[in-house]
DNA sequence: GACCAAATAGAACGACCGTACGTATAGTTT
DNA sequence: AAACTATACGTACGGTCGTTCTATTTGGTC
């Protein structure tokens, strides 16, 4: 079949372009992407990049779609590999944590800062980052009901209560190692969430 | 003197500017805040407006500072008006819930928005709010070591471990409240700062 | 009432923005 | 070889951006 050929090549530059367009994105926003920049930035005509989606929306929501792939694949997918259960969720902790330390995007989590740009902007590129992150979220919680339910937290946990703590502790490491420089945040938010799993557990079992 | 007058005169129009200006930046960032689209809201002409400042970052650099000046007077000064130490320190976490649940800024809270935004572009208006932010932070801590001297806070207790998590789950509500609209995060962050307080707290005295 | 300085307005600038349209190239199908 | 399609390019348009000039208005001082 050369459809495959056809679509595999069209497919590459577009991926080439969201690729880069992920890292202004997460760096300088979703609105200070633009497309003249990208174009320049990957030595391709401006009209040529924007054929490609046909508009600066439709660029923004492709480039969410891009980076929410890049996130399952760095932060979900390892996840995955661990035990359902307490295990799985200490993973997501540590990869989610581990993803913003590495810098799988230049500006740290891309959602956080898409997210806290759109927050207040109602549309569609709204929409969508809060659809991101109530999956997300919901990920997590599925997790920790995993856990409840095998017996590895204890009764009475407040689902909803203990994720919004582990999210707020992972998202405050991001936020002060980007704007503060304070790379030991890092180191501060395992100790929180450690002790938050700790305090849920019933034993000690299937934490480090 | 006629200096009081001209003063207030030139001011009064200052303020105005600056005061619609941090609502625009709240909203759609300090980035997305244009000379020209504050002129016509204010209904004055653009150079006028812009020989205010001179330029576009010597505005950013006057928001941000009026920007404190709201902070302080909407959290910072009715905390000190609560003893030292641990009741001052529950004033400032409930008093910033409060500022972002109230809408002083349309967009929540002024510093969360703007700090995501330039997290990651050095410059001067990165360093300011990062200067904000570590006076925060900074605040914060020096009232739990009050308490710690008071004898309110358990000896062994890590200042700095103990304000980041209690920054981290006032922002955590904050961000859920925009990108979400779940108001309901508020009470989920009132109950873990309330639970953190409670567990570094040597007796319930101080707390609600 | 003349004078001065501050405050505001108006018009224009070059640069960049997103977008549209027509064209050239390359690869595939017939 | 011809026809077709996907991909990329060049150019141009209207609009907004920040900024810079040059008036003009305003309010207070002498």
Redesign the interface.
């Known amino acids: 079949m050369t459809r495959d050929r056809r679509v595999v090549r069209g497919d590459q530059t577009r991926q080439r372009i969201l690729d880069h367009a992920m890292a202004i994105a997460?760096?300088?926003?979703l609105?200070?992407l633009s497309i003249g920049r990208l174009a320049t930035d990957l030595g391709v005509s401006k009209s040529g990049l924007f054929a490609h989606f046909g508009s600066k929306e439709e660029l923004q929501v492709a480039v969410i779609a891009a980076a929410r792939d890049v996130f399952s694949r760095e932060v979900v997918e390892p996840a995955f590999r661990a035990a359902p259960g307490l295990p799985r969720l200490v993973r997501l902790c540590e990869g989610w944590l581990e993803y913003s330390e590495r810098r799988v995007f230049?500006?740290?989590c891309f959602f956080?800062?898409a997210?806290?740009?759109?927050?207040?902007?109602p549309g569609r590129i709204?929409d969508l980052?809060?659809e991101a992150?109530?999956d997300w979220l919901g990920l997590c919680r599925q997790t920790a009901r995993d856990a409840l339910q095998l017996g590895q937290l204890v009764e009475d946990v407040d689902l909803?209560?203990f994720v919004?703590?582990l999210?707020?502790?992972a998202?405050?490491a991001n936020?002060?190692a980007?704007?503060?420089?304070d790379a030991s945040?890092y180191q501060?938010?395992r100790?929180?969430i450690l002790s938050r799993l700790r305090a849920s557990a019933t034993g000690p079992g299937d934490l480090p």
């Open positions: 997460s760096l300088d926003g609105e200070g230049p500006g740290g956080y800062a997210g806290a740009e759109f927050d207040a902007r709204r980052l809060a992150r109530r909803d209560q919004f703590e999210d707020a502790l998202t405050a936020s002060a980007l704007l503060l420089d945040a501060r938010s100790t929180g």
